[in-house]
């Protein structure tokens, strides 16, 4: 069974980062392009960014610049490392598979606030 736990995350002023870490099986992990999203209260799980197995990496829109996205292929570990975090970033994140996707796990709750 395909494991996904999510941590890192915590409450931060705006303005401030925040690093997400996902551990994810290794034979999940190995051959997939891997994702985060987020879902805000009473919205839908939106997509933030994928990495693929070679780094290469895409980005929502609203993103604009601030969140990079980067995976450990030898500890089978997504990040996302977030920077100037605004109130709307508030969510819980979760990661998984782009393409393939496997029970979400329990995901990290992120709330930006003063």
């Known amino acids: 069974q395909v494991q996904l736990v999510e941590s890192g995350g915590d409450l931060v002023q705006p303005g401030g980062s925040l690093r997400l870490s996902c551990a994810a099986s290794?034979?999940?992990?190995?051959?997939?392009?891997m994702a985060w999203y987020r879902q805000a209260p009473g919205k839908q799980r939106d997509f933030v960014a994928f990495?693929?197995?070679?780094?290469?990496?895409h980005y929502a829109d609203f993103v604009s610049g601030r969140f990079k996205i980067s995976r450990d292929n030898a500890g089978n570990t997504v990040y996302l490392q977030m920077n100037s975090l605004k109130p709307e970033d508030t969510a819980v994140y979760y990661c998984?598979?782009?393409?393939?996707?496997?029970?979400w796990g329990q995901g990290t709750q992120v709330t930006v606030a003063s």
């Open positions: 990495v693929t197995t070679n780094g290469r990496t």
């Open positions: 290794e034979t999940f992990f190995r051959d997939n392009v």
């Open positions: 998984n598979g782009y393409y393939v996707k496997a029970s």
